[in-house]
């Protein structure tokens, strides 16, 4: 839907190379999409709150992981992997980007928004 080809590519965890592929990281193509809203915030003070509080549960499902009890930098495979499980659900119920605002733009807005504060196309 939104996938950009990453020319990255991870291998098995005793690094030896994965005999399956890994899909394209998701974040360029959600970027892509998504940035022009990042404009909207300084005029739409109800999606700077929506945009906001998707973040915060997006960092907090990220984190519930790990034991740390500090906040810790967002990692790019982390967010890729749900930004692409975000996606797929997406792709099967069909949904399609509206003119106006629902759970999906909020949710992709705050992936980019993470994403640009992160630094996590550089990454």
């Known amino acids: 839907?939104?996938?950009?080809p990453d020319e990255s590519?991870?291998?098995?965890?005793?690094g030896s190379p994965s005999s399956?592929?890994?899909p394209p990281c998701p974040l360029p193509g959600?970027?892509?999409?998504f940035?022009?809203?990042?404009?909207?915030l300084a005029f739409e003070p109800?999606?700077?709150?929506?945009?906001?509080?998707?973040?915060?549960?997006?960092?907090?499902?990220?984190?519930?992981q790990g034991p740390e009890l500090l906040p810790r930098r967002l990692h790019r495979a982390e967010l890729s992997d749900y930004a692409r499980s975000?996606?797929?659900?997406?792709?099967?119920?069909?949904?399609?980007e509206p003119v106006g605002y629902d759970f999906a733009v909020h949710r992709l807005t705050a992936i980019c928004w993470l994403?640009?504060?992160?630094?996590?196309?550089?990454?």
């Open 1 to 4: 839907m939104f996938a950009a």
């Open 9 to 14: 590519h991870r291998g098995s965890p005793d």
């Open 20 to 22: 399956h592929p890994v």
């Open 30 to 33: 959600i970027v892509a999409a």
């Open 35 to 40: 940035a022009p809203r990042l404009a909207e």
């Open 46 to 64: 109800g999606l700077v709150s929506a945009v906001d509080q998707h973040a915060a549960e997006v960092r907090e499902l990220l984190y519930a």
């Open 86 to 96: 975000l996606l797929d659900r997406l792709g099967e119920i069909g949904w399609r």
């Open 115 to 123: 994403v640009r504060q992160n630094g996590l196309l550089t990454a």
